[in-house]
Nanobody, 124 residues
Framework: QVQLVESGGGLVQPGGSLRLSCAAS????????MGWFRQAPGKEREFVAA????????YYADSVKGRFTISRDNTRNTVYLEMRSLQPGDTAVYYC?????????????????WGQGTQVTVSS
């Protein structure tokens, strides 16, 4: 069982930055690939970024490529999402998820555990 707790969301102006964190419980964090997803009001949940167990491979949605960076610290059982040049279209609840696999996945159905989400609002 893995419990995930996101933090770092908030209100930011267009062009601003935020850093989301996701802290995982348990001693087997390094055996999980991790992902970030988001869901805007009235829209389906969508993939944002994913990282494999070691951090050597990362994947991004086209909409965030070049602006967002996913990373992980296995010594701290934490995965991060650094977000820059934020736009109103990035407004959503952001969720981290854990997939008991060494390889990262873009598909939310493959993830085993989910956090409660953190709200990110980009507005002037």
């Amino acid at each position: 069982q893995v419990q995930l707790v996101e933090s770092g969301g908030g209100l930011v102006q267009p062009g601003g930055s935020l850093r989301l964190s996701c802290a995982a419980s348990g001693r087997t964090f390094s055996t999980y690939a991790m992902g970030w997803f988001r869901q805007a009001p009235g829209k389906e949940r969508e993939f944002v970024a994913a990282i494999n167990w070691s951090g050597s491979s990362t994947y991004y949605a086209d909409s965030v490529k070049g602006r967002f960076t996913i990373s992980r610290d296995n010594t701290r059982n934490t995965v991060y999402l650094e977000m820059r040049s934020l736009q109103p279209g990035d407004t959503a609840v952001y969720y981290c998820a854990a997939d008991h696999s060494y390889s990262a996945s873009l598909y939310d159905t493959l993830y085993d555990y989910w956090g409660q989400g953190t709200q990110v609002t980009v507005s002037s």
